[in-house]
Structures are given as structure tokens and as C-alpha cells.
């Protein structure tokens, strides 16, 4: 017989926590997990990533397609919480369940994650909204942004336009700058983008924001990687369009 366990939903967020996300578009936890569970986690991509038999599912691609090994530590991991159980309970943290409850008004339920390594020099995202990529109904796309190392502007930090949620949907078109950001992406158009202010993060903070916040990256500068572990969520009972993206992992 299986015997199913609930686990107490914690509630870490103050009124006034909540009241700044609906205000700003986002807010970051600090210290929201240990240096001792960043330190392991990123061993543990490293070992799964340096391994002589690297799964297929791990090998770093572009598209379909499986690219050099020199990619390894380059390449982001791409939903890894498909495959490997210790990602797949970094993206149910309990403090990660217990504020998206609180700011979506009930359970979400994970869609994607993605373990990024932007090593030296690598570019930077130009400025866009989540939504534009993983379109949902009703939308209340979130994502979360946990640093597994300090991020500061010198190795490609994020940069975000406080309460620029509250414009709603916004048209993209094609990267301006191409020295700073990826050409494969998209920008969005018609914002006044000195406006954005940088995110500085210490090690195991999360980043919690809205799917329209406009926010992008810069190229990473410095002589260390900046690696972070990203996921997206939706409320339980929105509709993701995109169909790699339709299987929602309760958080439970």
C-alpha cells in the first residue's frame, strides 16, 4: 500500500515582502538557501556534466543537436528536474513552494528549469519578459533565480525595470546590441531601458519575479563564471501553450 505524505506549507514571505512584489515586480530573498546546499548542488551538476559517461539527456546541444565537449561547462543544462532528483528538489525548495503560494494565492506547480554557467565573457540576454517565451492562461508565470555564486554587474548580473509588470504585454523584435547580448533571442521594443537598475546577489539568495517584468543580462566581464539555477512556475490550474513545457511537477 502507498502512503501518501502532505508536507505543512510554510508561509515565508511578511505582508510587506508581498506588498513589494506587487509593487515592483519582484523580490529577492536573502539567504534563501545554504552555502552548504549551493556548494553540493554545484558539485553535483559539475560531476554529472565531467563525467566520461554523460547521460544524453545532460551533454551539452544546441537545438537537437549534441555540440563539443569543450561545451560542457558553457552550455546551460536544460531541465535537468526531468532527470536527476537532486534538481528536481531544488526546484521544490520549500521556501520556493511556500512564497509562490503566498504571492499566486495557491499552489504552483514547476514547468521549467535550467542550471546556466555564463562563463567568462559569454554574452548577456537582451531585455525581455518571460512571457514572451512560455505564453500560459490565465498567466501567472513566475520564475525563480537562485544564485549559486555571488553576481554582481563585473560577471553579467541581472538587470531589472521596477514595475514594469503593471505594462502588460509587450512587442519584441530583434537585438540591438550585439556585442552585450545573444543574437538568438528577442527585445522588447518601445521601453526606456536606462531605466533598469542591476540585481546584486550573494551566494544561495533567490530571486523570485513576475513573467512580464522586463529584465535582461549583461556580458559576463570579470575571470569567474556566474552560475545560477533557474526555474519557472505556474499556479496549478493555468494552461502553458508550448508543448515541451506541459508537464507541471507538483511541488508537494
Given at each position: ?12 514571505l511578511t ?10 515586480g ?36 544546441k537545438?537537437?543537436?549534441f ?25 521544490k ?43 500560459n ?9 537562485i ?85 519557472h ?20
Amino acid at each position: 500500500m502507498t502512503v501518501q505524505v502532505q508536507f505543512e506549507r510554510t508561509t515565508p514571505l511578511t505582508e510587506e515582502q508581498i506588498a513589494q512584489y506587487k509593487e515592483d515586480g519582484f523580490i529577492i530573498i536573502k539567504g534563501g538557501c545554504s552555502d552548504d546546499l549551493i556548494h553540493t548542488f554545484n558539485a553535483h551538476i559539475h560531476a554529472i556534466r565531467s563525467s566520461d559517461e554523460m547521460p544524453d539527456w545532460a551533454k551539452p546541444k544546441k537545438g537537437k543537436e549534441f555540440i563539443d565537449d569543450k561545451d560542457r561547462f558553457s552550455v546551460r543544462l536544460f531541465n535537468p528536474h526531468l532527470h536527476d532528483g537532486f534538481s528536481l528538489q531544488m526546484m521544490k525548495l520549500p521556501i520556493v513552494r511556500g512564497s509562490l503560494a503566498q504571492l499566486l494565492g495557491d499552489e504552483a506547480t514547476g514547468v521549467q528549469s535550467m542550471y546556466f554557467y555564463k562563463e567568462p565573457n559569454s554574452p548577456g540576454q537582451a531585455a525581455h519578459q518571460d512571457y514572451y517565451y512560455i505564453r500560459n492562461e490565465p498567466n501567472t508565470l513566475t520564475a525563480t533565480w537562485i544564485a549559486m555564486e555571488q553576481v554582481n554587474e563585473e560577471n553579467g548580473c541581472l538587470w531589472v525595470i521596477p514595475g514594469s509588470h503593471k505594462l502588460g504585454v509587450l512587442s519584441h523584435g530583434a537585438v540591438k546590441n550585439l556585442q552585450e547580448h545573444e543574437a538568438w533571442t528577442d527585445e522588447v521594443e518601445d521601453v526606456d531601458l536606462s531605466k533598469e537598475i542591476p540585481i546584486i546577489m550573494d551566494q544561495g539568495d533567490i530571486l523570485i519575479f513576475d513573467s512580464l517584468l522586463i529584465h535582461s543580462s549583461t556580458r559576463n566581464r570579470s575571470n569567474r563564471w556566474r552560475r545560477s539555477y533557474v526555474c519557472h512556475y505556474i499556479r496549478h490550474d493555468s494552461k502553458i501553450e508550448r508543448e515541451d513545457l506541459k508537464r507541471k511537477i507538483s511541488l508537494v
